[in-house]
């Protein structure tokens, strides 16, 4: 079982748990629909989509709205803090949420009792708490852009609040260098996904592949496409693949699938979730040298 974590932009969505299913443009789950275009409906959305290309059973959603309050933060983290043992996951992927860093730790508290502990990956305010809570080594895999690698490299940034200096002073030049000290100084997940112009995938300390190819400009102003390669490796390791190559297959879906788009400012990330079966089927053979995942 796969669970996929995170809030919508909603004021009065309630807590829904359940197997998720695409009907047209919306995400449904426990009979409630929710866009699959926003934040956490993207990263759901391109899980979604590959988990169904491979043929693995639906993935389960754990959402609920929030838009600053914090309720449906608590309520989500509640919900699973409660039942991760009951439910035995394999794997979780945390999104959006308000970086609560007291919630995070009665997760791991929750989470290291599990009979057979889960794949956690994290990405976003789930990050951030972790970070800030001291418990980025309890993750998998992180997925930072280069102004949230700053925060994680940051050891004077113990709360995420830090976050806002670190909006607007990233540097992604500087990321290969924050990507060594987030790793010497314990605020890194075992692998760490760094989303930007240049993808980094990098484990203790050693990045093990820069991914800048194809290039597609058009991509960077499109909202949802950091959420896609969240969606993405999560559903390629609930799929089967090792988290490097994941990884790396997730930058290079993405990238791909945005090139097959022909993306103009005005394209909607559903157009690019919606080439990632064609991107499977097309190239996954010829970048992992074996063809067998496509008979599964």
């Not at 809030?7 to 866009?35: C, H, I, M, W």
């Not at 992180?142 to 540097?171: N, R």
């Not at 896609?228 to 930058?251: E, H, M, R």
Request: charge should be negative.
């Amino acid at each position: 079982m796969m669970i996929l974590f995170g809030t919508l932009p909603y004021n009065d969505f309630p807590l829904t748990f359940g197997q998720v299913s695409r009907e047209g443009d919306y995400l449904k789950a426990d009979g409630r629909e929710f866009s699959r275009t926003q934040g956490t409906g993207a990263m759901i959305s391109a899980a979604l989509a590959i988990a169904t290309h491979f043929k693995e059973e639906p993935p389960y959603v754990l959402v609920a709205g929030d838009i600053g309050g914090g309720n449906g933060t608590r309520d989500i983290y509640q919900y699973l803090t409660e039942r991760v043992g009951e439910l035995a996951p394999d794997f979780i992927a945390m999104h959006y949420s308000l970086p609560i860093m007291a919630l995070m730790r009665k997760f791991i508290e929750a989470v290291q009792r599990c009979e057979k502990r889960p794949f956690l990956i994290a990405d976003a305010g789930a990050m951030y708490a972790a970070k800030g809570a001291g418990l980025s080594g309890e993750f998998d895999i992180f997925t930072p852009d280069p102004s949230e690698m700053a925060f994680l490299a940051d050891p004077q940034a113990t709360h995420p609040a830090y976050i806002a200096k670190h909006l607007f002073e990233c540097d992604a030049s500087l990321v290969p260098q924050q990507i060594a000290e987030a790793f010497r100084s314990g605020s890194a997940a075992k692998l760490l996904l760094v989303k930007g112009k240049t993808d980094y995938v990098a484990q203790g300390g050693e990045i093990l592949h820069a991914v800048n190819e194809p290039d597609v400009p058009h991509l960077e102003p499109i909202g949802g496409t950091g959420d896609t390669i969240t969606g993405l490796v999560s559903g390629l390791v609930y799929a089967g693949l090792a988290p490097k190559d994941a990884a790396v297959f997730a930058c290079r879906t993405n990238r791909t699938a945005g090139k097959l788009a022909e993306p103009n400012p005005a394209t909607k990330v559903k157009e690019i979730i919606d080439q990632f079966p064609r991107v499977a089927k097309e190239y996954y053979c010829s970048w992992s040298g074996v063809c067998y995942m496509d008979d599964k």
